[in-house]
């Protein structure tokens, strides 16, 4: 009883951190996405007035917005790269109390199988970039932000 009581505890308390680990992510992904659609939205909007576009064609003034791009979105992703991995590690200690109560065990389980590998996929950068995560949308929006720095470039 006391044992089950600790697990008990342990799982709560590492649900709790788990949402705010994922809160903090998405916050992250929220407030750095907004920079980036902003930046999008004033950059491709300067293009709508004849003559009128970045700084009448200043290069100087692109590289410094893209090299703002990009410092942005590397700090964008450090955090969520990290925030993920400290989810990953308190869904590794619920998946662990989860089979000592034995969620796991018997003809017809609590829980299935798979999910004894819950927090071991998706923490690395290679992974979030290949599925649909936060973090591949903003490397999308980080995409799409610097695409418009250089637009009318482009178009030439």
């Known amino acids: 009883s006391d044992n ?4 008990t505890f342990i799982h709560s308390s590492q ?3 788990l949402s705010y680990r994922r809160k903090r992510e998405l916050q ?6 907004a920079i980036l659609l902003t930046i999008s939205g004033l950059l491709l909007s300067s293009y ?8 009448n064609n200043s290069i100087p003034l692109r590289i410094l917005i893209t090299i703002f791009i990009i410092g942005l979105t590397s700090f964008s992703i450090t955090w969520q790269l990290y925030q993920r ?3 990953a590690n308190h869904q590794k200690i619920i998946t662990n109390v989860a089979t000592k109560i034995g ?3 018997g003809i017809d389980p609590i829980f299935p199988e798979k999910w004894k590998n819950w927090g071991q ?5 290679q992974e979030m970039i290949k599925t649909p995560s936060k973090i591949s949308a903003t490397l999308f929006m980080a995409l799409i932000a610097i695409i418009s720095s250089w637009l009318d470039l482009l178009m030439k």
């Open 4 to 7: 089950f009581n600790l697990l």
């Open 15 to 17: 649900e709790r951190q």
């Open 28 to 33: 992250i992904f929220t407030w750095s996405n």
């Open 48 to 55: 709508s007035q004849e003559g009128k576009n970045i700084g």
């Open 85 to 87: 991995k400290r989810a």
């Open 103 to 105: 969620c796991f065990e």
């Open 121 to 125: 996929n998706y923490t690395t950068l």
